[in-house]
């Protein structure tokens, strides 16, 4: 069984709060510029984590005196819902991006570097990477090996944390794409993995402290009928998300050309 006692998810009205509290001055240096941006959200982030721990020790706020009629209280919910899914959009998008200026920076990922270097390099560059994101989503990895095996990657979840692996084959191609894109898709479930553990295991409690328990719902069902037939597999809101996720990479980060 996978224990995510850990995981947070962070508001993201705190985070975006956060973040207006720092100036950002972009210098002629795109380097230095990203490097700026990634360390902001890292620390916006683990200001936000500190806040929602607070929200999240404070008891249940009641209005006293006020009886709700069951149409309130449906609308109310429904507000609810919409701004924890909004929520949770835009502070994916931020982790997103930080993700991606996180392997950017790794000389390897690019595809110069990958092409002059070796195998290992390969290998030690996209544990790196997984590293990198294990730290920006707040998702406890196990390990990243590298195996032949019947598919191109793999995420199970242990007591450790996710244990991905990817096919050893990925480390001979002459570009890096399919590997970054396949390391993306097996985090994404890492993630959608720790979401749907995370927001069970606040249970009643879930609405009020920000989750998106529409998305966690539809997340587990889904991991609950996986099916071998390649339609339904296909279809698998799992797979349709972690697919979204792999090809934003490889879009961001290869087939999009950024100002130097
Ligand atoms: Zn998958």
Redesign the pocket.
């Known amino acids: 069984m996978y224990e995510s006692g850990e995981h947070r998810e962070l508001g993201a009205s705190t985070l975006l709060e956060s973040l207006g509290k720092v100036r950002f001055e972009p210098s002629g240096d795109v380097s230095d510029w990203r490097t700026m941006i990634l360390g902001t959200l890292l620390e916006a982030g683990k200001e936000a984590a500190r806040a929602w721990s607070e929200r999240a020790a404070r008891p249940a706020e009641t209005p006293q005196g006020t009886e709700r009629t069951a149409e309130e209280l449906h609308e109310l919910r429904e507000r609810v819902l919409e701004r924890n899914a909004q929520e949770r959009l835009s502070v994916e998008q931020y982790k997103a991006e930080a993700t991606w200026q996180a392997f950017e920076r790794i000389p390897t990922l690019q595809p110069e570097g990958w092409a002059h270097a070796t195998r290992e390099q390969r290998a030690e560059a996209l544990v790196h990477a997984a590293g990198d994101a294990e730290r920006v989503w707040s998702v406890p990895l196990g390990g990243v090996t590298f195996e032949r095996m019947p598919a191109q990657?793999l995420?199970e979840h242990t007591s450790e944390g996710a244990v991905i692996t990817l096919h050893s084959s990925l480390l001979e191609l002459d570009h890096p794409k399919e590997a970054v894109k396949t390391l993306v898709?097996?985090f994404e479930?890492a993630y959608q993995w720790a979401y749907v553990e995370g927001a069970r295991q606040a249970g009643q409690d879930a609405l009020r402290q920000g989750w998106d328990v529409t998305t966690a719902a539809t997340w587990a069902r889904a991991d609950a009928e996986y099916s071998d037939r390649w339609h339904r597999y296909a279809n698998n809101a799992?797979?349709h998300g972690?697919n979204l996720r792999a090809a934003a990479a490889v879009e961001r980060l290869y087939l999009r050309s950024v100002p130097s």
Request: aromatic share 0%; glycine share 12%; proline share 0%.
């Open positions: 990657g995420c898709h097996e479930h799992l797979e972690a």
